[in-house]
C-alpha cells in the first residue's frame, strides 16, 4: 500500500487573536529594520505518514485521528490537511 505524508496546518481563524504572531511583529516593529512586514500569523504544522490506497483516504483518515483525538479546536482553529506519497 502507498505511503503518504500528510501535512496538518492548525492556525488561529481569521479575527482570532494570535498573540505569537503578534510578538514576532512587534519584535520585528521595534528593531526597525523591517518595516515592510505589516502583519503576521503563526501555524502550527505536523507530519503524518499514512498507508493509504489514495491521496483523498490519507487526508481523510488523518482528518478523523485528529477530530477523535482533538488536536485542535474548531472553534478558534483553521485546519488544512494535504497529502503527497513519499
Known sequence: M??????VIIE???GMNDPEGET???DLVLKGSYSEVKKIR????????ISSKTKDTAEKTTKKLCDELR???PMVSKVT????PI
Open 2 to 7: 502507498p505511503l503518504f505524508e500528510v501535512q
Open 81 to 84: 490537511f494535504s497529502a503527497k
Open 12 to 14: 488561529n481563524k481569521p
Open 24 to 26: 514576532i511583529l512587534n
Open 71 to 73: 488536536i485542535y479546536n
Open 42 to 49: 503563526s501555524a502550527k504544522m505536523l507530519k503524518f505518514h
